[in-house]
């Protein structure tokens, strides 16, 4: 999808957020009634839904926070602070749109419960939805979609109390769409998954994942996108075979899945982590892969889980959790992963995304060496990956070379391991390295 041209400076977000509004209402009902109609004409039975949603029941007042939903859609644009805020906001509005309902035309799903009779207001609200709403256009739940996108927008904007009652309100509509007999539980995590997908896709700041994407020419990066494309396939087709519960193994399936699409494509930007942080939804979409390399770090180190003084005030070990840093005394550090999220604490930080089983360049070690040097002018530094034996290994050793504690890759790579024996640099490591000069403004000497 192309991104509208950007307006001018002296734009204003409500201005453009009308604008948008003018284009994505009748965009919704169109498309929408579209695939309703379509699913009409196909005569639609096919429904999912599990034994235990009989028990979910009809609760009339809840049409009102399912409704509200509409006033809210409005509202969001509002609380946006600039022209790309608005663009942003807008494009994922549209991007749930379109993902949403080419899946109620791929794969049309109907709903399978009588809703009771209803009279008086409530009774009338529930009228008017029928007007243009048929029991198709089921999974993913649009509804859910947007809610996920329009909750940003308003916990964004919201602090104390008013941040509550925001949650409180999102979470009350979230269940209409299942008290209200709209929808079948399959539809809200797939709806959610969607609204996740269009805030990955179009981030409030920074570049959108896709935008700068290109193959990669690295052969080491390309045989690891393979690796987590084939994983992120298996999982999904075993979960879709087994179904059932087995449908929520879709979720690591889908997280490896953009893992491989980083390594391919789009590099550590996929994974949007920030001063240490990852967006929500790269968190939300990445959790299972997130919590399988905590457990991989965990059983690579629990037997040694303390770091080494390298040098000077320059200490090497995993990614430490804040307990840790606090209890190691440093003063800074250098986190290496795109992984994995940091620890937040009063020290200073530089987080230098890098990924995983992939050699860094000569470019990524020398600004490495520039941000231990500059913290560890301020006292000890401790430089981080999920394992601390290659990416922080490799930062280190760049360390000692460009500020001559060591002649030589060989020498930097002896030092490490007489501090830390597991220590493993390969050949692309060792010729990043080599490549490395000397910088007399951060040189400190041995």
């Not at 028990?55 to 509409?70: A, M």
């Not at 982590?273 to 939300?284: E, F, N, P």
Request: overall charge positive; glycine content about 8%; aromatic content about 10%.
């Amino acid at each position: 999808m192309t991104q509208p041209t950007s307006a001018p400076a002296t734009a204003i977000p409500w201005q453009r957020g009308v604008a948008w509004l003018l284009f994505l209402g009748p965009f919704f009902f169109l498309s929408y009634g579209f695939a309703n109609s379509m699913a009409a004409r196909w005569q639609v039975s096919a429904s999912h839904v599990y034994e235990w949603e009989r028990h979910i029941p009809f609760i009339p007042w809840t049409i009102v926070p399912y409704w509200s939903i509409d006033l809210l859609y409005g509202l969001s644009f509002l609380l946006c602070r600039s022209v790309q805020q608005v663009d942003r906001h807008a494009l994922r509005l549209l991007t749930a749109q379109l993902l949403s309902v080419a899946c109620f035309l791929a794969f049309p799903l109907t709903f399978s419960f009588a809703r009771p009779a209803t009279d008086g207001l409530f009774g009338g609200l529930f009228d008017a939805l029928a007007g243009f709403d048929q029991p198709y256009n089921q999974a993913p739940s649009l509804h859910i979609g947007l809610l996920v996108i329009i909750w940003v927008r308003f916990a964004g904007a919201s602090r104390g109390l008013t941040r509550l009652l925001v949650d409180l309100w999102a979470a009350l509509i979230a269940a209409s769409v299942l008290t209200t007999y709209q929808h079948h539980f399959i539809d809200l995590p797939t709806g959610a998954l969607v609204g996740l997908l269009c805030l990955w896709l179009w981030p409030d700041d920074g570049p959108a994942p896709l935008a700068a994407a290109r193959l990669t020419p690295s052969p080491q990066r390309r045989r690891l996108a393979l690796l987590y494309g084939l994983a992120g396939l298996g999982l999904t087709a075993l979960g879709i075979g087994l179904g059932g519960a087995g449908l929520w193994l879709c979720w690591p399936g889908l997280a490896t899945a953009l893992v491989a699409l980083n390594y391919a494509f789009i590099g550590t930007e996929g994974f949007q982590k920030r001063a240490g942080r990852h967006s929500l939804a790269s968190t939300a979409l990445l959790l299972p892969y997130t919590l399988a390399a905590r457990l991989n770090a965990w059983l690579w180190t629990h037997r040694r889980p303390q770091p080494d003084e390298v040098a000077d005030g320059v200490w090497l070990g995993r990614l430490p959790d804040a307990a840790a840093m606090r209890a190691g005394g440093f003063h800074g550090l250098v986190d290496l992963t795109a992984e994995l999220p940091a620890p937040t604490g009063p020290w200073a930080y530089a987080g230098l995304p890098w990924l995983d089983l992939v050699a860094p360049t000569t470019s990524q070690l020398d600004a490495a060496a520039r941000h231990i040097a500059r913290l560890q002018a301020g006292g000890p530094v401790l430089v981080a990956c999920a394992l601390g034996y290659s990416r922080s290994a490799s930062a280190v050793a760049a360390w000692l070379i460009t500020t001559r504690r060591a002649a030589s890759v060989d020498e930097a790579v002896a030092i490490l391991q007489r501090a830390r024996p597991r220590v493993v640099l390969g050949p692309a490591h060792r010729q990043a390295l080599a490549s490395l000069s000397p910088i007399a403004e951060i040189s400190g000497g041995a």
